[in-house]
């Protein structure tokens, strides 16, 4: 298939050169020039403009921060591409915008699929992601070979359910992030060295993700900043409107993200994920450094 790429940020590029680096006949594009050279580089043809790309795409991926950017380019995007083509969404989105997208598409022949990651960017970097898709069937089956060059696919039903389990994910996520920055300023101060309680927690019922990957970002003091609190925010804001339209209660999330807009507000939108833990060491007068080599996750 003749794929198009659009979007090559933290995620999108590095899945994007695993696209290219695999063999694919891509082609790509960004607003930023220098992005469309670094995957050029690894094999893919450079496109004109977003038109031009969707115009010649058998198979378009399209992966945006946010759905506003959704909203803005995609419409065109639709429009230029052939009939039978497929659109792959792997923005982190909001559900009804993309059903709305998908009855335009439609109408012009062209599939759809969403498709939301989790695994970061070292996952983007190695092909390690999960793809949360949601769509028909028949379609995931012609992309699957694709999905599977950058990561692993979890199908979740029909058109709509990928962007929900994506946002749950997050969900708990924060939570965790938030849990974490708690936990580990606490054992600080009550005299615990804080190694000895990272090797407890990876090795207790308090394990999760976020303790294996991101508390090395928290001693390395950067807080990881290829994923910002403006993001955090924006799947925050998107899973308090979905439990509003579902009559869902839940009142950790809220106070998750009350404890990611503080950090927002004090740190600046453009700053690192993890930086919500800092509000914990700040209000308590110490902080989690710890001397080591630890692995930058954009560097993986």
């Not at 991101?214 to 899973?239: E, M, N, Q, W």
Request: hydrophobic residues 45%; contains cysteine.
């Amino acid at each position: 298939m003749r794929i198009g790429y659009i979007g090559l940020g933290n995620m999108g590029g590095p899945m994007a050169i695993n696209l290219a680096r695999a063999g694919c006949d891509l082609t790509v594009y960004d607003l930023d020039p220098d992005k469309i050279a670094r995957v050029a580089a690894a094999g893919a043809q450079a496109g004109a403009d977003g038109p031009a790309v969707a115009a010649q795409s058998d198979l378009l991926f399209t992966s945006f921060p946010e759905p506003r950017h959704v909203a803005a380019a995609v419409p065109a995007l639709i429009d230029a591409l052939p009939a039978g083509a497929v659109w792959v969404d792997l923005t982190t989105d909001d559900r009804d915008l993309v059903l709305r997208l998908a009855d335009q598409a439609a109408a012009r022949g062209v599939s759809v699929l969403e498709a939301p990651v989790t695994g970061a960017v070292d996952g983007a970097r190695l092909g390690r992601l999960t793809f949360f898709v949601g769509g028909e069937p028949a379609v995931i089956e012609r992309v699957r070979p694709y999905f599977q060059i950058m990561g692993k696919v979890v199908v979740c039903g029909a058109l709509g359910t990928g962007n929900v389990v994506k946002l749950i994910t997050n969900q708990i996520w924060f939570i965790n992030a938030a849990a974490v920055g708690e936990g580990l300023v606490l054992g600080k101060k009550a005299g615990v060295d804080l190694l000895v309680l990272w090797e407890a927690l990876k090795n207790s019922v308090g394990d999760t993700w976020v303790v294996r990957h991101d508390v090395p970002s928290i001693f390395a003091g950067h807080y990881d900043p290829s994923f910002t609190l403006d993001l955090c925010c924006k799947d925050l804001r998107l899973l308090k409107q979905l439990s509003e339209q579902t009559g869902t209660q839940m009142d950790l999330t809220l106070a998750a993200r009350d404890k990611f807009e503080a950090a927002r507000t004090t740190f600046g939108g453009g700053a690192a994920e993890l930086l919500v833990c800092k509000l914990v060491e700040d209000a308590s007068g110490t902080d989690l450094r710890v001397a080591g080599q630890w692995t930058k996750p954009w560097e993986a």
